[in-house]
């Protein structure tokens, strides 16, 4: 019987273990959890969202306080066109994150970042490209664009030296959405290093409507794998969403995956970011704990945990601290679903914003619980501990565990 160890994943002259942990935004997949996965020979993710609070809570930086100072005066304004990022600043805040990270990398693995282009930040093109060149600029081994068509996205770092050398990759989940990306970005002259295929399962945000149901992640992949073939086009195909055992990547790699991409079951790691108490639910979670909801502003689906705080929550808007969200003209879905809120209850102090959150605060504050649709089984990964709760796990444990784990069995922490 097979075991996810049997195969490699190779990236020109390196040969990898075939396990990518994906990036969880914000500071989920910490570098810490990265690292761990490039010390056991895989690869890890770091994420570039919130990359100024990131940089802050880590390095001491006070890039968020200088912010909020800067823009105060607009605070009660719902405008927000003004509120700008410094994007020398977002060059030293990326460059300090993915710089710190680079300097502690050990063994044979690599160390990636995510870099979603739904983090529009007031002025979408110019951040962008400081944030994927700072990234470069500071050492990443490769880049995977995430959370968005990224139509343009190898235009704006062509003519950086290590346009050609770093390993760049995208999320698709669909085969057009590949096809699309594929034919826009081919007057650059380079393919995808690497493509990750995430389906409905996964965490965080979705590339599917509310129908996600509908699809399924196998096909997809199949789907993918049928047109490069036909397009004679040899770019690994990397599934992810869903895959919760070495059983289940095994499968994947029979059918020609080069590598796995996973993240729910790292969730429950000492070296995922997430708070302990955070960590419990995750472990306590039924299925029926977890839904698939429209709360993102960004317009695309989120699966979460029922009782995330940030649910009808009704913060004013923090885009003077944050606006990660805020498109080309400083709007952002949250702002008018809270103006919404406070026009139909006036005088109402304590506001409940039902149809949308204001997901920079409450990422930044681990009150909005993404996670992916196999969160309710990550209770049967552990034992518990005397006092009743979830005994958190080493990112060493669960790696090793898809790794070699076979018959669809899970090893639970010695
Ligand atoms: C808590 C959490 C946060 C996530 N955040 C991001 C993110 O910021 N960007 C992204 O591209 N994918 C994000 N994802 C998706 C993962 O990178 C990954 O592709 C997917 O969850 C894999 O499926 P699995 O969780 O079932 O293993 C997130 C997933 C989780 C569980």
New binding site residues.
């Given amino acids: 019987m097979k075991k996810l160890d049997d195969f490699r994943l190779t990236f020109g002259n390196r040969e990898l273990v075939p396990i990518m942990i994906?990036?969880?935004?914000v500071d989920?997949s910490t570098s810490a959890l990265a690292l761990e996965a490039a010390r056991l020979g895989g690869i890890g993710h770091i994420?570039d969202?919130m990359i100024k609070v990131v940089s802050d809570s880590k390095f001491n930086t006070t890039f968020v306080k200088e912010k909020l100072q800067r823009y105060k005066f607009n605070v009660a304004n719902m405008d927000k066109s003004v509120v700008q990022f410094r994007l020398g600043e977002l060059a030293e805040a990326t460059k300090l994150h993915v710089g710190k990270t680079m300097e502690a990398v050990r063994g044979a693995g690599m160390v990636f970042i995510?870099c979603?282009e739904k983090l529009t930040m007031n002025a979408p093109k110019e951040t962008l490209t400081v944030r994927l060149r700072s990234a470069l600029d500071a050492g990443i081994d490769g880049i995977t664009l995430?959370?968005g068509l990224h139509l343009n996205s190898f235009s704006l770092i062509e003519d950086h030296p290590r346009f050609r050398d770093a390993k760049l990759g995208i999320?698709v989940s669909s085969a057009r959405a590949l096809q699309l990306f594929i034919r826009k970005n081919m007057r650059t002259n380079r393919l995808p290093d690497y493509v990750?295929v995430?389906g409905p399962?996964?965490?965080?945000h979705l590339g599917f409507g509310m129908d996600w149901a509908k699809y399924e992640l196998s096909s997809i992949v199949a789907e993918v794998m049928a047109w490069l073939k036909n397009e004679k086009l040899d770019i690994p195909v990397i599934p992810?969403?869903?895959?919760f055992t070495g059983s289940d990547a095994v499968r994947y790699m029979e059918m020609g995956a080069a590598g796995v991409?996973?993240?729910?079951?790292f969730?429950v790691t000492h070296e995922c970011g997430l708070p302990e108490k955070v960590q419990q639910e995750y472990f306590k979670a039924s299925e029926e704990d977890i839904e698939v909801n429209e709360q993102s502003p960004t317009g695309y689906p989120m699966r979460m945990l029922k009782s995330s705080p940030a649910i009808g929550a009704g913060i004013r808007p923090n885009c003077e601290a944050y606006g990660y969200l805020l498109d080309a003209k400083g709007c952002c879905a949250y702002i008018d679903a809270y103006n919404r809120t406070v026009e139909a209850n006036p005088g109402v102090k304590k506001l409940s914003v039902k149809d949308k959150t204001c997901l920079c605060t409450h990422m930044r504050n681990f009150d909005c619980w993404?996670?992916?649709?196999?969160t309710y089984r990550l209770k049967d990964t552990t034992t518990k501990n005397e006092d009743g709760s979830y005994r958190q796990l080493s990112a060493e444990h669960v790696f090793k565990d898809y790794q070699f784990s076979t018959d669809n069995r899970i090893a639970l922490p010695a």
């Fill in positions: 994906g990036g969880m935004g989920i994420s969202a995510n979603m995430a959370a999320i990750v995430e399962l996964a965490g965080g992810a969403g869903g895959i991409q996973v993240a729910t079951r969730t993404t996670c992916g649709h196999y």
